[in-house]
């Protein structure tokens, strides 16, 4: 069973930085392209940045050079690094496996002009 968990949400005043993770058991982590989407109260859930088995990454226009998704494969974990908020990012943010179909419980960014 796929299990994926996300941490290193919270509150933060725009311009500052805040680091999530995703640790997933359950799959061949190194297999699978991981991806973290978020979603704003009343808005659809978005894709914000998506990195390959291989490393490449891509990202949303509206992220694009604030934000960084990484990963370490032999700890199964995903990060996103996000810089220079702004109150527009405030969102739950999820962690998935977009092959799998598989989402993470979510984790709130609250950000404060």
């Known amino acids: 069973q796929v299990r994926l968990v996300e941490s290193g949400g919270g509150s933060v005043q725009a311009g500052g930085s805040l680091r999530l993770s995703c640790a997933a058991s359950?799959?061949?982590?190194?297999?699978?392209?991981m991806a973290w989407y978020r979603q704003a109260p009343g808005k659809q859930r978005e894709l914000v940045a998506r990195?390959?088995?291989?490393?490449?990454?891509n990202y949303s226009d509206s992220v694009k050079g604030r934000f960084t998704i990484s990963r370490d494969n032999p700890k199964s974990t995903v990060y996103l690094q996000m810089g220079s908020l702004k109150p527009e990012d405030t969102a739950a943010y999820f962690c998935?496996?977009?092959?799998?179909?598989?989402w993470g419980q979510g984790t709130q960014v609250t950000v404060s002009s």
């Open positions: 359950g799959i061949t982590f190194s297999s699978y392209t």
């Open positions: 990195i390959a088995s291989g490393g490449s990454t």
């Open positions: 998935s496996v977009p092959l799998r179909g598989t």
